[in-house]
Structures are given as structure tokens and as C-alpha cells.
């Protein structure tokens, strides 16, 4: 018994021994493991300075035709770079009331009137955001030795919104004419004289599409596997081909997919990205499906700074695939309205209003419209879109009043339902729920209200899924779990009782 | 009778309606504007004013140049006034306002002027130095700015002033895009040209730009030297003639010219100099043996001269070698110059010692007093038979089979 007792104080002894050992070891290692990781050694010298684009505003130089020394790209580059620069920092000095930057922009004599204006801002409670959207200047001058250049800049397009004691007091957009001086000192192209010449309101026509041939049958399109990550690495358009082929011969007629922001690189486009995107809509031209493209899936910061980088986000997509015959309408946002309370109504319907603008002047040809969550905010900025478009989650039985009403408001515009559905989850997290014969009921008395009322529809969705994103719905699984039953075919490749009412026929 | 109630409810509509515009009208007040000049000059004292029906105090917001701001307005007898802060109204351009009162905007605009005086002339002038001939030129830009650091508008009068040797010119230029510049062409001569410009009578000071010589062209040389011997000792000195562009401008000092020698060998001797008014010297000490030096001077890549001969006579007719101690104390000399006198020290004279044909060593030494002393060591030169050649000034002596024991 003792030498029993005397083994058993050994080895619990002995493994003791070992783990501290292991927890000394482990820990020295990790310790060096963290003192090796941050910066590496290359990096010391600062050999690679990489170039954050924070603000991109289009400039649409004119030709080159100036007195003076003849101007060679690589300068006019700087210029233009100092040029943008100095309007940022000025944007910012104006949004915080700090000098922050401007020194670097603006010569001793120009940066006393932004400092005078910042001391009478503060003074007042005056803050302003401000960008700028557009830019057109003509070089008018380069002196003989390089170090001063004129430059006009016309037709710049400026939104501003004005508070005071942090209460929005006006929002406005302006189309000025600037003539400004430049010196070159210490490598900088400063700004040393500032000249607005002209100046008026600025305000875009609601440059309105026809939307009445529209009929959109659609459904909004996830692969099976990879939802929300539609253009990831396991991308495959035989997948999304047989998928369209499946929805083609349901009598739908359309699909809805959704370029995420930050995804598709924010302002500085994957080119793979778009690539896959573009890829996508020849599978559904080759099945005779059109496409509504859902911009800004997951952004959420509206700030007036970013807008620039947000636009030339759009432009990059828009312009590369406006010409493709596949492509029916922009969706500028996926439900803003969702973030009305977090980032301010005001802030998200100027930039809606401002990205509608934008997307319509590069793209002249296809319709544009906004997804909003519901149908209370659907008649929000009625008149720039070409389509209304709402999704609807709630109960069936108040969906025709509703309808009713939206008509109504906006003056029989087109409607298109772009999301609905219920899941047909019945399980721990929910045991009262959903059954599949419920989810064709009510896909039938959808498909109903919608013929009543005339409606367009893209519902929600082709496949139950397996894996979804946290981004989605949270982490919570009684509402994850929901949410991965809303398909027209199950798990398994089957399709659901509700397939029978896809397409309402 | 039924028409009748129709028209009495129509005309009761009508009413109701006409009474409800009225009603509209009366809550929101209306602002006119009572300030006409829509043009002020920078840094006077700008006000708008509005007649209103009603107390009210909108905000006022204004952009000008520079940034934007809101303004609050005293009110006083019906009367809003709107007093444009210092920041708006001291600086040039257009200003644009609206008055913010509920939905309803009424906006305007308004021009500064610069004031009507120059307070500073601007002026920037490069390249700070050109090239005589006529072609190169500088840009004199000048901003004329008021007392507020304004740029002036389009077509203000600038004289652009300056001065050249004899030539004095007064140029009208205007401005235009906010400065307003003038190109200023070299002439033939280099020099200095002095510049200095005026706007509604003020100037600003005096600014120079140094007009260089251009490339120099093909020029001549020289060489002076005490005697024509090759004693290994005198210099010889080359000079270049006066250096100069095409316009007959001396080239700036300090040009910097090579001389190249090439003796009858095809061995090449450089030696440079640097030109003060045009003029660049430079040495080479004579050869110690006769030969002939042709000798060219470059500006590198841009002028050379012509081609010079110089030549150089041998000093040393013949020399005596003694030979002592065993053969191994080798006294060569006196060694005597063209007027029979010693050699000035420091002639080298060369030993070549051969054993069995093949070159065993080598002793060099410099004379002293017309003498140069050659002692072969025992250590390093065993007993044996030797061949001997004493070469100095180009002149060489060979001695076979001597015995060193």
C-alpha cells in the first residue's frame, strides 16, 4: 500500500514536472514567436510606401493647350494629386475645425484664410462636410521654370451639408468654377491663390427610364455551397449555369445577385471579381435570364468623405458591364432603410440620391431602383428611381393593403416585390414553425396577390442552405437556422412542395 | 335642384380653398431683399439686408472662395441684416447665399473686387541664368496683389522693366488667368540683366538673371618652355589662347580645358587647367630623352584646338661607367648637360643586370651632382659572370661577361 502511494507520488511528481516543463517551454517560445512577428526587417527602411486612394473624385482633364513651358504627364500627375489632396484636407479642416494637413497644401499667405475661416467656424458652432464629385480643369499656365502652374477648374460639382451647434442646418449642391495658382515648394504643388468665379446650384433632373416593359419573374440567386460568397474561390460557372438552367425552366425570367463593397475591393476593383461577376451574367444570357444587380451589399458608412471612393466603387462595375445584354437593372443598395437609425436618415437618402445620379449618368440604358426592407420607406426618393422595389417579410394578410397604398404614393410607378419567402424550419429553435406544405401555401397566395395587384416579383430563394455567414442574420441559432430554409429546393437537390408555385404558373 | 347643391358646394370649395392659400402666406413670411450692389470692393464692409413681415432670424449661409460659414442676422425694424464676417468679404470672387428659413430658400450671389491699389507685386522669376545668343530666355511672372493678398482681374496694365548694357525696354503686358508673365531674350553679349515691373504705380524691387557665356567654340595654344633640351627638369607651360562662344563672349572662368600629349611612342600625358578670363594654363615637366610631344587641347565634348608640335633635343651626348671593388661598385658619370655642365639631380639611370640572358634584377637610382653610385651585394649577387646595361636619357651601355667575385 505504501509503495503503492509511493508510485502513485512519483509519477504525479514526474508529470507535474513534465508539464511545468511544457508550459515554461511553450510559453519562452511564444514569447519569442510574438517578439518576432510585426514588423519585419525590410520594412525598417520604408523602401515600399504604399499610396491609400482616400479620395478619388472623377477629373476629366482637358486637353493640354497652355502658355508657358509644355506640361509632360508625370507633373500633371503630381499636380493633380496635390490638387485633390489639398481639397481633402480642406474637407476635413472644415469638418472638425482643425488645420490638420493644411499646411502641406496651402503657401504661409493661401493658409491664412482656412485658418481665419476655421477660427470663424468655431466660433459660430459651424461645421461643414463637404466633398467634391467632379472636376474638369484646364491647365491655363506653366512657367518657364516649373515652379508655378494655373490651373481652371470648372463645373466642379460640391455637396456640402452645413450644421450648426452639430444640428443639420442645410444641404446643398453646388457647380463652381475655380482658378487657382500653384507653387512648387519643398515638393509640394501648394495652392497659392483660390479663386471662385462662378458659382450656382447645382441639381440633376430625375432623368427617368422607361420601366413599363419591364415583367420581372425573378428569383434572387445564391449558389447552393457558397452563399453570400458567390465570387470566392470556389466560384464555378457550371454550377451557376445549371442553376440558371433550373431557374429558366421554372418560368422564371429573371435573377437578383449582389455585389458586396468590400468584397469586390471597395474603390479599387478586383479585377477577378468582376471578372467571375461578368462570367456569371453570359451563364444567365446563355439561358435567357436578365439580371438585377444589387450594388453596396454590406456597406454601411455613408460619411460624406467616402462618397468619391464609394462612386468610383460603382463606376469601376458599372462602366465594365453596362453594355452586357444580360444585365436589366442597378439595385443601388440592398435595404438602407436598415440603416436609417445607425447612420442617420439624412446621411443614407443624400448619398442613395447622389449614387442614383451617378449611376444613371454612366450607365443611360438600364433602370435603376433601391431594395428597401419594407414597404413603408418604398416611396422614399419615388421620383429618381425608375421602379419601386420592396421586400416583404410580414405577414401576407396585410401585403394587398399595403400594395394599395405604395401605388398610391407613387403614382403607379412599376412595383417589384425583391425579396420574399418563409422558411420551412420546424425544429428545436423554433417547433411551432414552418413545414414545407406551409412555404407552398404561402408561395400560393403570394404568387395570388401578386397577379391581383400586378405586381413583379424576386423571391427569396432558390436553395436551403447550410452554411450562413454571421454577417447575415448574426451568430444566433434560432435565427440562423431559419434562415438556411427559405429554398425552393432543399439540402439535397429536391425540390420542395413550394417549387410548384416558383413562378406562379 | 340638383345642380343647384352641386354649385353652392363648388363655390363653398372655392372659398375654402382662396382662404387657406391666404392662410398659407401669412405663416411664411416674406424676405426681400433690400441690398441692390451686388459688386463690393475687397474689405469694405458688406451687409445684406432683408425686409421681413415677421420676427424671424433664419441663418444665412455663404460661400465664398475659400469655405462656407452661416451667419446670424440682427434684426432691427423689419429689417434683417446680414453682416458678411471679414473672412468672406476681404478676398476676391464670387459669393454665393441662401437664406435658410424652413423649406423655403432664397439664394443669391455677390462679386468682390480687388481693391483698386497694389500692395505687393508678386514676382517670380526663372531660370535665374540663361544662355547669350539671342535664343535662350527667362519668364518674369508677376501677380499684382492688393493689401488683402488678391490677384487682380483680367487685363490689368503691368509694365514689365528691364535692363540690358545700353538697352532699357518697357513692356505692356496684361494679365490674364490671374498673373501676368513676359519672356526676356539674351542678346549676344553675356552680362547681367536687371528686371523689376510696375502695376498702377507701385514697382517691385530689382530682380537679375546672369546671361553666360554660350558653348565655347574651337580655339588655339600655345607652349613656352626655357629651351628645347629634354634635361628632364625645366616646364614647359601650355596656355590656350582666349577662349570664346560664338558670339566672341569670353567663357565663364573656370572652364575647364585637357591637354593631351602624345610623344613619339604613342604614349599619352594629359594635364588640365581651369580658364580665368578665358584663358586656361597648364605645366608638363620636359621628357629626360629626345622625342616629340604633339599636343591638342579639348573643352570635353564641346571645343578643341588645333594641333601643336613640340620638340624635345637629347642633352646627354655619352656618359662614363667605372667599374670597382670587384666589378661590384658600378659609379656611372658625370653625366653632362648641353652646355657640359652637371646635369641638374635627380636624372634616373637604370641597371638591368642579366645572368645567362635572362634579366636577373633591376636597380634604379636618381643622380647627384652629375653621379649616380650602383653597389652589388654579395648576398644577392653571387659570384658569377654578369652582363651589365647602364640605360639613362634614352642612351644605353651594355657590358658582357663581367665578373663579379
Known amino acids: 500500500m505504501v509503495n503503492l502511494n509511493k508510485n502513485i507520488t512519483r509519477s504525479i511528481l514526474i508529470a507535474s514536472y513534465i508539464l511545468i516543463i511544457v508550459i515554461i517551454i511553450s510559453g519562452i517560445s511564444s514569447l519569442f514567436a510574438y517578439l518576432n512577428t510585426g514588423a519585419d526587417r525590410s520594412s525598417m527602411l520604408h523602401t515600399k510606401l504604399e499610396k491609400i486612394e482616400q479620395y478619388i473624385p472623377e477629373v476629366t482633364w482637358a486637353p493640354l493647350n497652355n502658355e508657358g513651358r509644355p506640361m509632360d504627364e508625370l507633373i500633371l500627375n503630381k499636380i493633380e494629386n496635390d490638387y485633390l489632396d489639398a481639397w481633402y484636407v480642406k474637407h476635413v479642416a472644415y469638418k472638425t475645425n482643425t488645420t490638420l494637413g493644411i499646411k502641406d497644401y496651402y503657401t504661409d499667405n493661401a493658409r491664412n484664410n482656412i485658418f481665419a475661416f476655421i477660427a470663424l467656424n468655431s466660433k459660430e458652432k459651424v461645421t461643414v462636410e463637404s466633398t467634391t464629385l467632379n472636376h474638369h480643369p484646364t491647365l491655363e499656365f506653366f512657367s518657364e521654370d516649373g515652379q508655378l502652374a494655373v490651373i481652371t477648374d470648372k463645373d466642379v460639382i460640391e455637396y456640402k451639408r452645413v450644421f450648426k451647434d452639430g444640428k443639420l442646418i442645410l444641404e446643398t449642391k453646388e457647380k463652381s468654377t475655380y482658378k487657382i495658382i500653384f507653387l512648387l515648394e519643398d515638393g509640394f504643388w501648394r495652392i497659392r491663390h483660390f479663386v471662385k468665379e462662378k458659382s450656382e446650384n447645382f441639381k440633376t433632373e430625375p432623368n427617368l427610364r422607361v420601366a413599363k416593359h419591364l415583367n420581372i419573374k425573378g428569383i434572387n440567386y445564391y449558389p447552393q455551397a457558397t452563399p453570400w460568397d458567390m465570387f470566392g474561390d470556389a466560384f464555378l460557372k457550371s454550377t451557376i449555369f445549371n442553376d440558371f438552367k433550373i431557374i429558366k425552366n421554372s418560368g422564371l425570367n429573371s435573377i437578383r445577385v449582389f455585389v458586396q463593397y468590400d468584397d469586390f475591393g471597395k474603390a479599387d476593383i478586383d479585377k477577378e471579381k468582376l471578372e467571375k461577376l461578368r462570367l456569371t451574367l453570359d451563364a444567365a444570357e446563355e439561358n435567357g435570364l436578365k439580371v438585377v444587380i444589387t450594388l453596396f451589399d454590406f456597406y454601411g458608412d455613408y460619411s460624406v468623405l467616402n462618397w468619391t471612393l464609394n462612386m468610383h466603387h460603382a463606376k469601376t462595375i458599372i462602366s465594365g458591364l453596362k453594355d452586357h445584354k444580360a444585365i436589366i437593372a442597378w439595385d443601388i443598395k440592398n435595404e438602407p432603410n436598415l440603416d436609417f437609425d445607425s447612420r442617420g436618415k439624412v446621411n443614407v437618402i443624400s448619398w442613395l440620391d447622389n449614387m442614383i445620379d451617378l449611376v444613371k449618368s454612366i450607365d443611360p440604358n438600364h433602370a435603376v431602383t433601391i431594395g428597401w426592407s419594407n414597404v413603408q420607406s418604398a416611396s422614399i426618393l419615388k421620383d429618381k428611381v425608375d421602379f419601386i422595389s420592396f421586400h416583404y417579410y410580414e405577414s401576407l394578410d396585410n401585403l394587398d393593403t399595403s400594395i394599395k397604398k405604395l401605388k398610391k404614393q407613387t403614382s403607379n410607378k412599376p412595383i417589384v416585390m425583391g425579396e420574399f419567402g418563409i422558411s420551412s424550419y420546424k425544429g428545436f429553435w423554433k417547433p411551432l414553425g414552418g413545414s414545407d406544405i406551409k412555404q407552398a401555401k404561402y408561395h400560393e397566395k403570394v404568387q395570388k396577390i401578386i397577379v391581383e395587384n400586378d405586381l413583379q416579383f424576386i423571391s427569396w430563394t432558390l436553395y436551403d442552405f447550410v452554411n450562413i455567414p454571421k454577417e447575415v442574420v448574426g451568430s444566433l441559432p434560432w435565427r440562423k437556422n431559419i434562415q438556411k430554409k427559405y429554398g425552393f429546393i432543399d439540402g439535397n437537390g429536391t425540390k420542395k412542395v413550394a417549387f410548384k408555385y416558383i413562378s406562379g404558373q | ?405
Open chain 2, 1 to 405: 335642384m340638383q345642380n343647384k347643391h352641386t354649385y353652392i358646394s363648388l363655390l363653398v370649395l372655392v372659398l375654402l380653398s382662396s382662404f387657406t392659400l391666404i392662410q398659407n402666406s401669412e405663416v411664411t413670411p416674406n424676405f426681400t431683399l433690400e441690398t441692390s450692389q451686388t459688386e463690393f470692393e475687397a474689405g469694405s464692409t458688406i451687409e445684406l439686408k432683408f425686409s421681413t413681415s415677421r420676427e424671424t432670424a433664419p441663418l444665412l449661409y455663404c460661400s465664398s472662395s475659400y469655405g462656407s460659414t452661416l451667419i446670424v442676422p440682427t434684426y432691427n425694424s423689419k429689417i434683417l441684416i446680414y453682416k458678411i464676417p471679414i473672412s468672406i468679404s476681404s478676398k476676391i470672387g464670387v459669393v454665393n447665399w441662401k437664406l435658410i428659413y424652413e423649406d423655403s430658400l432664397i439664394s443669391g450671389k455677390f462679386r468682390i473686387r480687388p481693391k483698386k491699389e497694389v500692395s505687393s507685386m508678386e514676382t517670380y522669376i526663372g531660370p535665374p541664368s540663361i544662355q547669350a545668343g539671342g535664343t535662350d530666355y527667362t519668364m518674369l511672372v508677376v501677380i499684382p496683389t492688393d493689401s488683402f493678398d488678391n490677384p487682380f482681374p483680367e487685363n490689368t496694365l503691368v509694365l514689365a522693366k528691364h535692363q540690358f548694357l545700353n538697352s532699357e525696354k518697357n513692356e505692356e503686358i496684361f494679365t490674364k488667368n490671374l498673373i501676368s508673365y513676359k519672356n526676356i531674350y539674351s542678346q549676344k553679349e553675356s552680362g547681367r540683366i536687371l528686371v523689376s515691373s510696375e502695376c498702377l504705380g507701385t514697382n517691385s524691387k530689382e530682380f537679375s538673371v546672369t546671361v553666360f557665356p554660350a558653348i565655347p567654340i574651337d580655339f588655339k595654344i600655345s607652349a613656352t618652355r626655357t629651351h628645347g633640351y629634354a634635361d628632364g627638369n625645366q616646364i614647359t607651360t601650355f596656355s590656350t589662347s582666349i577662349i570664346v562662344d560664338k558670339h566672341n563672349n569670353i567663357v565663364s572662368d573656370a572652364t575647364y580645358v585637357t591637354f593631351f600629349l602624345t610623344n613619339e611612342k604613342g604614349n599619352v600625358l594629359k594635364t588640365s587647367g581651369a580658364t580665368i578670363n578665358g584663358v586656361a594654363t597648364s605645366k608638363m615637366i620636359h621628357p629626360d630623352y629626345e622625342t616629340q610631344w604633339s599636343v591638342k587641347a579639348y573643352v570635353d565634348g564641346i571645343a578643341e584646338s588645333e594641333l601643336i608640335i613640340l620638340r624635345y633635343k637629347q642633352v646627354i651626348k655619352d656618359f662614363d661607367v667605372l667599374f670597382l671593388e670587384k666589378n661590384r661598385d658600378i659609379t656611372v658619370g658625370p653625366l653632362q648637360s648641353f652646355m657640359k655642365q652637371i646635369i641638374p639631380d635627380g636624372l634616373q639611370v637604370k641597371l638591368l643586370i642579366y645572368k645567362n640572358k635572362t634579366l636577373f634584377k633591376t636597380e634604379t637610382k636618381t643622380s647627384f651632382e652629375g653621379l649616380v653610385n650602383f653597389n652589388l651585394k654579395r648576398d644577392i649577387y653571387k659570384n658569377d659572370n654578369y652582363t651589365i646595361v647602364v640605360k639613362t636619357a634614352g642612351l644605353e651601355k651594355t657590358f658582357n661577361s663581367k665578373t663579379l667575385w
